[in-house]
């Protein structure tokens, strides 16, 4: 995997041949790779609930770790990284995979996978990390090292590590389990670079980027950007300040993220994402959603609770479908309409269908929107780099970002006239 103009890690090679049958079967957006639901309905079986929007579970809970300084150490309630070390500390993983800030001088780049084989080593990667990464050189020490190992990663990694096991029966014997984190899409490095550009702060200089700084006092819905400088000073700004500052607009979106239909983690051992509902995304402290799916760690969850280390409550699959109610209708409903207007080069085998002909006009407009500010984002920003001349980007996401926004508003005959254009073209 290598980076490409536009920040975003490609596969590299010779991609004249035809792709062998091992590999189809492994690539997640594969056509020729079994779904979420395949193999969720073989890695758990006697799954209690089955629900077409969040997949097979034994239990579902909203809440936080009370013990220890996992809920103010993590950009939520501290769930993942309480449930990796208790992995680790119950003999049940002798490493966690998961995602860790590096220093960009060293390493030219800001995240990478590492294996962690102690729960300080653990804690070094909370937070949320919004860049892109690979899980190739873990993989490798998986193979070469023998015990049992937990994998963290977002939908598309957690089915490509089950993809992978099913090829490699070392792996299927060394990844014991794996623990998804919601996701919304993926953003390009570009992101970080965005985030110096408005904030005056030389890239050159930048050492870390925090893209949710916690603030017990705000609401936890209320982002704040973050960049640590060579020198030790900090500069931050709230997300609704900056030109690109709406996350689901799609700005520096992964295209591949625009055929994607899991939200959860589907094929995860364990799924965690963040309560966005009231009076949950209200307080500062940070709220999980949890989706337990392995046995064991329905076990190990529910013992915690009992003994007051864990405070959660259960809930249903229509409460953790409406914390993720964006997300949810932008890879059902918007992927069924964006397959219809904007079908893929490779013949996806998606669980949607192209659709979206009876959508409103101001849904479609707003997917179609979606498209056009992910795109051009790549492209303006490219322009904007490679000239120096950073206002060209800025300006013009902030003017995307206020059409875009505009679309929920509109009315009269600005929104009959758009109405029909959307109609027309559909």
């Known amino acids: 995997m290598k980076w490409d103009k536009h920040g975003q890690l490609k ?34 079986p006697s799954a209690a609930v089955r629900d077409e929007r969040i997949g097979r579970y034994e239990e579902a809970y909203v809440g936080h770790v009370s013990e220890g300084a996992y809920r103010s150490e993590g950009s939520s309630g501290g769930m993942a990284n309480w449930v990796a070390a208790s992995l680790l500390e119950s003999g049940l993983v002798d490493g966690v995979a998961h995602v860790i800030p590096v220093d960009p001088a060293q390493e030219g780049r800001f995240f990478r996978y590492r294996l962690s084989r102690s729960v300080p080593e653990l804690r070094e ?9 690979e899980i190739s050189s873990v993989l490798d020490a998986i193979r070469t090292t023998p015990g049992r190992y937990a994998v963290v990663g977002v939908p598309c990694f957690i089915k490509a590590i089950h993809l992978l096991r099913a090829q490699e029966p070392i792996l299927a014997e060394r990844i014991a389990f794996t623990l998804g984190l ?12 965005s985030f110096a550009w408005q904030l005056d702060a030389p890239m050159p200089e930048v050492r870390a980027v925090e893209y949710r700084r916690k603030d017990p006092s705000r609401p936890a819905n209320w982002y704040t950007a973050q960049l640590t400088l060579a020198d030790g000073s900090m500069r931050w700004q709230d997300w609704w300040h900056l030109a690109d500052g709406d996350w689901g607009a799609g700005f520096f979106r992964n295209s591949a993220c625009d055929y994607c239909d899991d939200v959860v983690a589907e094929t995860a051992d364990v799924a965690f994402g963040d309560a966005w509902v009231e009076p949950y995304s209200s307080d500062g402290r940070g709220t999980n959603v949890v989706i337990v799916r ?28 409406g914390t ?31 659709g979206g002909h009876d959508l409103p006009w101001r849904r479609k407009l707003v997917y179609r929107g979606r498209r056009w500010i992910g795109s051009g984002s790549h492209h303006i920003f490219a322009a904007a780099r490679s000239t120096g001349w950073h206002r060209l980007y800025t300006v013009w ?21 758009l109405g029909r254009l959307s109609k027309d073209s559909s």
């Open 11 to 44: 596969p590299s090679g010779d991609f004249t041949a035809k792709p062998t049958p091992a590999f189809t079967a492994m690539c997640p957006f594969s056509p020729g790779a079994r779904n979420e639901d395949e193999i969720a309905a073989a890695r758990f």
């Open 125 to 133: 990667g909370a937070h949320s990390r919004y860049y892109p990464v």
């Open 182 to 193: 919601f996701c919304g899409h993926m953003k390009s490095a570009r992101l970080v670079e």
């Open 294 to 321: 392995h046995p064991a760690l329905h076990a190990m969850i529910q013992s915690a609770r009992e003994e007051g280390r864990l405070a959660l409550d259960t809930v249903d699959a229509d409460f953790i479908a």
């Open 324 to 354: 993720q109610a964006a997300g949810l209708r932008h890879r059902r409903e918007g992927l069924a309409y964006r397959l219809r207007i904007a079908p893929p080069r490779l013949p996806l085998r998606k669980r949607v269908s192209p």
């Open 397 to 417: 996401a902030g003017l995307a970002l206020r059409a875009y926004q505009a679309v929920t508003y509109l009315r009269g005959p600005l929104g009959a006239v």
